[in-house]
């Protein structure tokens, strides 16, 4: 029996969380289904996925590592370090997983070496979905009457649906309260607000639910750990990405300064940049995204070398259902995995995106991974093509 061979790749963006380019590596009549990190511009995700289409032409789908260290090397002189590259490159990796995992009849945990759990726990990101509206889109910044409330009323609907965990922004209360958007300090009253914020969640809530705070890497180092010091009381899961993701000293220096758990990542790319941050003893939690660090394979090497320090495995993802299941593999074949994230939560057709072996996607708060090949689940193209994304002319897996 000959072994079989890549015939072609093809994409397609969707509008899920974001902009998503999906990705579709085909050996004959076989395809597997990958997804790119969304809010990159889609055209130029697509164009790299599709230059890299020759580096894998007639290679056998299921030396998945040997064709990643290709495109990788190959990509070496042209930002194959971080970026677009790395993105696109993601992308086409959990297709070749997905595709791997079919042709051999097993699911890709299975291939990554096995599963510690099946039963993959989640976060709800409160900032999610109608959240936007309700808080992101207030004339004047979030500093409103009534925007914890936003807060609060989306958290409350999280537990009810069964997760133990959530996350929420405060680097949103902008408008008048802000001082100077570039400088990155924290105004008096700003951080009387983001304080009041936390507080107002974690009375809500209770002492039961765990509670991540983000702030996208926007301030500085006295005003991150003035913060940080001032959540110390609310028993927080992690502070995330206080201070710009280029410079792990000074989020060394923060965590060294405070007993909240910091936790960064989403910003940092493939094994070699993450080595940087462990040596930097700069987080108390590792959060690299799956469909953008470099894929599957890349975030096990991330995690594995993140159990060497102790380090738990909490991957960032804002992903549509393809992107989320993936990382779920991941999560499910490493020892130190702490929670994934989940970024839809007032998105009802999220779940229609694919049709998942196990059902529905995700159930009180978890991803329930099955046996079937792959990553287990289709894309229902119906959907995807309902909520295509239209600009930059993507052709939809090559029919236009």
Not at 60 to 78: C, S
Not at 127 to 141: F, K, M, P, Q
Not at 229 to 254: C, G, H, Q
Not at 310 to 315: G, H, Q, S, T
Request: proline letters at 6%.
């Amino acid at each position: 029996m000959s072994a079989p061979r890549i015939t072609r790749v093809e994409t397609a963006a969707i509008r899920a969380v974001g902009p998503s380019v999906l990705v579709r590596v085909w050996a004959g009549d076989e395809h597997g289904l990958g997804e790119c990190y969304p809010s990159a511009p889609a055209a130029g995700i697509h164009q790299i996925v599709m230059n890299m289409e020759e580096q894998l032409l007639g290679e056998d789908p299921r030396d998945v590592e040997r064709l990643y260290e290709k495109m990788r090397r190959w990509n070496i002189f042209t930002g194959g370090q971080a970026g677009a590259v790395i993105t696109a490159l993601s992308g086409i990796e959990i297709a070749l997983w997905d595709l791997a995992g079919k042709l051999q009849g097993v699911p890709v945990y299975r291939l990554l070496g096995g599963a510690f759990r099946r039963r993959v726990r989640l976060y709800a990101d409160c900032n999610a979905g109608t959240v936007d509206a309700a808080a992101h889109h207030i004339e004047g910044g979030l500093f409103e009457e009534g925007s914890n409330e936003a807060y609060i009323s989306v958290a409350r609907e999280a537990i009810e649906r069964g997760f133990d965990a959530i996350k929420l922004d405060v680097d949103d209360i902008t408008g008048p309260l802000h001082r100077d958007f570039y400088n990155g300090g924290i105004s008096p009253k700003e951080h009387e607000a983001m304080v009041e914020r936390v507080a107002a969640v974690r009375e809500a809530v209770g002492p039961e639910v765990e509670v991540a705070i983000d702030m996208h890497g926007r301030f500085d180092i006295p005003s991150s750990i003035r913060f940080a010091r001032a959540m110390e009381p609310f028993d927080l899961l992690w502070l995330e990405e206080p201070t710009p993701p280029e410079n792990l000293d000074a989020l060394a220096e923060v965590r060294r300064s405070t007993s909240t758990p910091i936790c960064a990542g989403e910003n940092v790319y493939t094994r070699f940049d993450f080595r940087e941050l462990f040596a930097k003893r700069a987080v108390d939690y590792v959060m690299p995204d799956v469909a953008k660090c470099g894929g599957l394979a890349e975030a096990k090497r991330i995690a594995n070398l993140a159990e060497l320090d102790y380090i738990p495995f909490a991957p960032h993802n804002v992903s549509s259902p393809v992107g989320t299941v993936a990382a779920a593999h991941v999560c499910a074949a490493v020892s130190n995995f702490s929670v994934l994230e989940w970024h839809a939560i007032d998105m009802p057709h999220w779940e229609d995106f694919v049709r998942y072996a196990g059902g529905r996607v995700i159930r009180e708060g978890h991803i329930e991974l099955t046996e079937e090949p792959g990553l287990g689940l289709e894309l229902n193209e119906e959907v995807a093509r309902e909520y295509r994304h239209e600009k930059g002319g993507i052709p939809f897996f090559g029919r236009g």
